[in-house]
């Protein structure tokens, strides 16, 4: 059991000569022990050089390496669902010498990813996609007379969204050769929520029952069911997925596992060691840490609730992503956590805000796309008291384009009634979520990841007008700028050093056009600028209005470039594909 993370490259003979999988293929099976050991070290010391996921990795080493040590990678297809747990296998693809590069900019991507190896065969980096692609994959390769098989593994947290079984169900009418591998580790990030969670817990500690009722479960879909093996253990592992992938049809391998296998911390804390950053010298002087936004909203919303009960808290799996542990602990009868669904916690809410309760939804911007039917047919046309509140929108840094927030300002502006603020710092977050608290219809407040530019943002009941801007500085130039967001701390001194005009807009919707219109007069030229698309975001807003004046100005809308950004820092991405327009 390892203890500490290797601060020193660890001795690694065997998995030094593992190039790409058919390097692993040449080993006896009585090696695949040792392969692990030596991966799962060299996996803590990149984690503790780069940070990343973390401790799904180190519960899939073993898996990882059956395998590829079983199938013919990268000709057969093998899906990693969300991709927290892909490491070990980057490391036997060919990419082991590119690990300290992980999350950087132009290094190695966090997520699975087609454009970056043969081996990658999907990219993921949302949960609960793999049975879908993998039976897609299945089904093509036999219409075109392929013989391939086709792998998803599955953690038991993303097997509670509805697109996981909707899958399923398609599976049994196709007959397709598909293994699906339920790695059943209790956990996604924080531990799993619901009636299945509960099912599969239930039916592991009765051993006698297991063939009885977790195999019934699934083989009322059709699938042919093994299982649970211990999936930390190479001797009944190998087996068993042998015996599985030498069936047609569709097949099922449940399988557990520990998170954070092999290192005592991370067993012990499985939530805490999901992911981690990277560790920093001994000698350097760590700064105070900032509260981030999430941290802001964690606050407001335990402070709301003490003021009104009719406030309840919803989110999709992000309890400590969002920062509502403290509500949680405190009011665990209005919280809840509906696991990773998306679709149901808006709809939920939608039922929650029909019959007289508050509800606020906390969800990342790239979770909020895989609700948004339901925030159109279920919340918005019935124009219903919901605040959304949008965590992680615009650039996230290293996690890359799958979870960048770029596009929920071009999905929201359209639903007629909603309204959209953008804070520039923590202390106007405050302001806006108490706005779009007590906001009559649908609210959604969009903030980035990690601190703004307020230290000590003042905890109040005060509110801000609807649709009201907020004058910065006054500039003769000609030129105004309009600052939707948390980008105003970037731009304060280049616009005191051009002479700019200063605006913060704070709502997209309804825009400030009073404002607009007074500014129009004296100002040859508007740009907008903001933490999103430039393509039918806030700037596209101010566009549509002043097409429809007689304003004779120039307009420049600058925000995220039409194109996928790729992994950096956030500070790194802000710079490059948005501030360098200026």
């Known amino acids: 059991m390892i203890t500490q993370i290797p601060t020193q490259k660890p001795n690694t003979p065997l998995l030094d000569n593992i190039h790409l999988p058919s390097d692993l293929r040449q080993l006896d099976e009585s090696q695949l022990i040792r392969v692990a050991a030596e991966l799962r070290s060299f996996l803590l010391y990149c984690v503790g050089q780069t940070g990343g996921h973390f401790g799904a990795g180190l519960g899939v080493i073993e898996l990882t390496i059956a395998l590829h040590y079983l ?12 991709g927290h747990q892909c490491y070990p296998h980057k490391i036997l693809t060919g990419r082991r010498e590119q690990m300290l590069s992980m999350r950087q900019q132009g290094g190695l991507a966090p997520f699975p990813k087609r454009d970056e190896s043969a081996y990658d065969c999907f990219g993921t980096g949302h949960s609960s996609t793999s049975i879908s692609a993998a039976l897609g994959m299945a089904v093509a390769d036999t219409l075109q007379g392929n013989h391939r098989h086709s792998v998803a593994v599955i953690g038991d947290g993303a097997m509670t ?3 996981a079984f909707e899958a399923l ?3 049994a009418h196709t007959q397709a050769n598909l293994l699906v591998i339920l790695n059943d580790n209790d956990m996604s990030i924080s531990p799993n929520e619901g009636g299945l969670a509960t099912y599969l817990a239930k039916n592991l500690k009765l051993k006698a029952r297991r063939s009885e009722t977790t195999a019934a479960l699934f083989e009322a879909l059709a699938f042919e069911y093994q299982g649970p093996v211990d999936g930390n253990d190479l001797d009944a592992l190998l087996p068993v997925l042998k015996t599985a992938l030498g069936k047609s049809g569709p097949q099922f391998l449940h399988i557990t596992t520990q998170k954070g296998k092999g290192f005592q911390p991370a067993e012990s ?7 981690i950053t990277k560790l920093e010298p001994i000698n350097k002087v760590s700064k105070p840490k900032q509260p981030t936004f999430a941290n802001i909203f964690g606050r407001w919303i335990l402070a709301t609730a003490q003021k009104d009960q009719h406030l309840v808290g919803i989110t999709p799996a992000m309890k400590e992503g969002s920062d509502m542990v403290a509500f949680a602990k405190t009011y665990p009868q209005r919280f809840f956590d509906v696991a990773i669904a998306e679709q149901h916690a808006m709809t939920f809410a939608a039922g929650l805000a029909c019959n007289g309760m508050r509800p606020v939804v906390a969800i990342y911007s790239t979770f909020l796309q895989r609700a948004y039917d339901q925030l159109i047919h279920d919340v918005a046309i019935q124009n219903l008291d919901l605040l959304i509140a949008i965590d992680r929108a615009g650039l996230v840094g290293e996690d890359g384009a799958t979870h960048a927030g770029c596009f929920d300002i071009a999905a929201l502006r359209c639903l007629p009634n909603l ?13 806006m979520l108490n706005t779009g608290y007590h906001y009559k219809g649908t609210a959604a407040v969009r903030y980035p990841r990690g601190s703004g530019s307020c230290l000590h943002p003042i905890t109040t009941d005060e509110q801000i007008p609807i649709g009201k801007a907020k004058l910065i500085r006054s500039g003769n130039s000609g030129t105004a700028l309009l600052n939707f967001g948390p980008l105003l701390s970037h731009v304060a001194d280049l616009a005191k050093e051009r002479d700019y005009t200063l ?5 997209v919707k309804p825009l400030d056009t009073a404002l ?6 004296t100002h040859q030229q508007f740009i907008t600028l903001e933490d999103h698309a430039a393509q039918g975001g806030a700037g596209s807003t101010v566009a549509e209005w002043a097409a429809q004046t007689t304003w004779a100005g120039r307009l420049k809308i600058i925000g995220i470039p039409d194109l996928w950004v790729e992994h950096a820092s956030r500070s ?11």
């Open 269 to 275: 804390d499985p939530v805490g060691y999901h992911a």
């Open 516 to 521: 607009l219109s007074i500014l129009m007069e």
């Open 169 to 171: 169900n398609h599976a």
């Open 572 to 582: 790194e991405q802000i710079a490059q594909q948005i501030i360098n327009q200026l």
């Open 71 to 82: 199938l013919n990678t990268p000709s057969d297809h093998l899906i990693w669902d969300v």
């Open 419 to 431: 309204i959209i603020m953008t804070p520039s710092d923590e202390q106007e977050q405050w302001l």
């Open 161 to 163: 969204a509805g697109m």
């Open 503 to 507: 605006i913060d807009m704070r709502f």
